[in-house]
């Protein structure tokens, strides 16, 4: 696989050996490669300008963790790349973080085929978390569980699972599958919006995994 075809990632970590052993787990298959390795956080618009070549970053859990949050949420909304939190994380914390719009979720103890998987998920618009912090997530009464109304039709459900598949379907393909249009499909693409209380695909996947849609 060429550069131009892996995943394009980045490392900020504060230790030269974590960041070192990182770029092997995720460079040993071919398919991604580490472009930006950042030992220090302060000047993230000079790590990342706009349209450059960062698909997906890393950040570790040792900063203050409002910082870590205000780090993510300016990666996510500013730069709109996709974001992977990793290190001992608390329920709090993995909630503000999923408010932020991080794309996962990972133990400090991650092993290289789920880093892989959380990286491939999260550039495809996905949402990958350690079933530990899935858990708190999906608790009752969190604020991400009481967004939107929860009154999904079968219908909905079934185009829900196509829009959140990694594979990217159009809405052509996914009426092509349900036996719609495609307009009838942007129908229930718009309600599903609406009720889970998103505007963009991406939100829609985390949404739907953390209150175990799909």
């Known amino acids: ?13 504060g230790s030269p050996v974590v960041r070192l052993g990182l770029r092997t787990m995720l460079e040993g ?18 790590l990342f300008p706009p349209a450059g070549p960062v698909q997906v970053v890393l950040l570790q859990v040792a900063l203050p963790h409002q910082v870590l949050v205000s780090h993510a949420r300016w990666l996510h909304r500013m730069r709109g790349l996709a974001v992977l939190v990793f290190g001992e994380l608390t329920e709090r914390l993995a909630e503000q973080l999923a408010e932020a719009g991080v794309c996962g979720l990972l133990s400090a103890q991650v092993e290289e085929e789920e880093l892989h998987r959380a990286v491939v998920v999260a550039c495809a618009g996905g949402f990958h978390a350690d079933p530990r912090f899935k858990g708190w997530l999906c608790k009752p009464g969190t604020k991400r569980r009481k967004r939107g109304s929860p009154d999904l039709t079968e219908r909905e459900l079934e185009v829900l699972r196509y829009v959140c598949h ?29 009720k889970l209380g998103v505007t963009k695909v991406s939100c829609l996947v985390r949404v739907a995994v953390v209150r175990r849609l799909l």
């Open 1 to 13: 696989m060429s550069g131009s075809e892996r995943i394009q990632a980045a490392i900020i970590q």
């Open 29 to 46: 298959r071919g398919t991604v490669a580490v472009v930006v390795d950042a030992e220090k956080e302060e000047s993230l618009a000079g």
């Open 166 to 194: 990694p594979a990217g379907y159009t809405c052509a393909q996914i009426g092509d599958k349900l036996g719609l249009s495609p307009r009838t499909v942007e129908s229930h693409k718009a309600a599903l919006f609406r």
